[in-house]
């Protein structure tokens, strides 16, 4: 449930699993991995870099051109490492992750905004992308669309976005790198960036909104589920 790229030490499988299926290129740039974030040395960090947990989802802590409050993140993070995921809501595939804290790059597209291209994928085969914008402005955003880029008309618990959306000029390489890390798989969303032209793996989920999602048109729980 991890993206990014470290140099040795242990908490790296994804990445290294990444990279042998689709190469290094595709992995963000991590600054450091931790059993103990008291022993996060933040003199070596960019002024702009992201720390998160990888077994869990919501951790994260940005940090983006303010001097950090030091000890406050370290006991922020130090918390979550002492959590189980797993029991959030049964989303038992996090029990046994050996708990990590990581530090990684910065992303960001457009005004403070970040897109997300999360491709649902069914038995190795790309069937929908979704599309997130306005996490950190405006509340989220949602859109699905096909693999032709044709806007879908059905959202999951949040509100439709309605502007426009172009098609990423990178569509088809991500649908392929899709296609390939979701192999083997009956069902699992292939998470990506695209900032600067620049296509950024960004985790594979298995149980999106832990398995919790609220279709809108309801019956598109049923269409989607009957693609597994």
């Known amino acids: ?46 002024l702009r870099y992201v720390f998160k947990l990888n077994h869990g989802a919501g951790w994260n802590i940005i940090v983006n051109d303010v001097k950090a409050d030091e000890d406050k993140i370290r006991g922020q993070l130090n918390e979550w490492k002492n959590l189980n995921f797993a029991y959030f809501f049964l989303e038992m595939h996090y029990e046994k992750i050996k708990p990590k804290i990581i530090c990684e790059e910065h992303l960001e597209n457009a005004n403070g905004d970040l897109y997300d291209y999360k491709v649902f994928c069914f038995h ?83 149980t999106s909104y832990s398995g919790l999602c609220k279709w809108i048109p309801e019956e598109y729980n049923q269409l989607l589920g009957m693609l597994i």
């Open 1 to 46: 449930h991890l993206g990014g790229k470290v140099d040795g030490g242990e908490g790296n499988l994804i990445w290294e699993w990444v990279e042998k299926k689709i190469g290094e290129k595709y992995l963000t740039h991590l600054y450091g991995v931790w059993d103990d974030a008291k022993d996060i040395d933040f003199s070596l960090l960019p």
């Open 124 to 206: 190795g085969e790309p069937k929908y992308i979704m599309f997130l914008a306005e996490r950190n402005t405006n509340g989220l955003k949602m859109a699905f669309y096909d693999t032709e880029w044709k806007k879908q008309p059905f959202v999951y618990s949040y509100p439709m976005y309605e502007k426009e959306v172009p098609k990423p000029e990178n569509l088809e390489e991500m649908l392929e790198m899709s296609r390939i890390l979701s192999k083997g798989f009956s069902q699992v969303r292939v998470d990506w960036y695209s900032v600067k032209k620049r296509l950024i793996f960004g985790e594979m989920t298995f």
